[in-house]
């Protein structure tokens, strides 16, 4: 059974910290995986990774895949309060299907 | 340019009632999908359509529900009848498929009550 293990699931850290979100996924037919950060509305898209051990950078965030431990990693750099938000790492299976964890809910408190 | 576009926003209705919730993908975009999220089980692909045709319906938890995709502007949800444990939110999204890997991008999501 395709499956995506966050961690950690919950993460309570002050505004300038970095953090490191994990994550871990068995999926048959792998094709990229995707990150998605998710505040009161729909999940919107930050990266897609599709080859192993590349890092994609958007400003204070960036993201690398680990093809061989089935892995990957987004980090954030000097967080902010509008950090806050849930991170669902979401590999793709097959023909554009998604498969989705619970996520990791990240806390920036001032 | 416009996102995917759900409607209605929120819809509360009584247990039994028929239920349509409405997605217009963006533009250009030939794969849609329904999601439904619920805290308890985050979010599951209920069904994806390629090219107007249903791919993947595997999701779907029961007769109840049923989706269609007349033309490729539009899609519907529907659930008949409903119960109380279909209260969730509902994403659409959409994305345009292509030799390389395309992502999601996802409606605001309507949020189902159902009494």
């Known amino acids: 059974e395709d499956k995506v293990v966050q961690s950690p699931l919950s993460l309570v850290v002050h505004e300038g910290d970095t953090v490191t979100l994990n994550c871990s996924y068995e999926v048959t037919n792998f094709r990229s995986l995707l990150w998605y950060k998710q505040e009161k509305k729909a999940p919107t898209f930050l990266f897609m990774l599709t080859s192993s051990g590349i890092e994609k950078k958007s400003g204070r965030l960036s993201s690398i895949l680990d093809k061989k431990e089935l892995s990957s990693i987004l980090n954030i750099t000097a967080t902010q309060t509008g950090d806050s938000a849930i991170y669902l790492c979401v590999p793709i299976q097959g023909a554009q299907k998604l498969v989705f964890g619970q996520g990791t809910r990240l806390t920036i408190n001032p | 340019d416009a996102g995917v576009i759900q409607s209605p926003r929120h819809e509360v209705t009584e247990m039994g009632q028929e239920v349509t919730l409405r997605c217009k993908p963006i533009?250009?975009?030939?794969?849609l999908f329904w999601y439904r999220q619920t805290m308890m089980r985050g979010l599951e692909l209920l069904i994806y359509f390629n090219n107007n045709v249903p791919i993947d319906d595997s999701g779907m938890p029961e007769d109840r529900f049923s989706a269609k995709m007349p033309n490729a502007s539009f899609s519907t949800l529907k659930i008949q009848p409903s119960e109380p444990r279909d209260s969730a939110v509902y994403f659409c999204?959409?994305?345009?498929?292509?030799?390389?890997?395309?992502?999601?991008?996802f409606g605001d999501g309507t949020r189902l009550s159902i009494l």
């Open positions: 999204a959409s994305s345009a498929e292509g030799p390389q890997n395309r992502p999601q991008h």
């Open positions: 533009s250009g975009h030939n794969s």
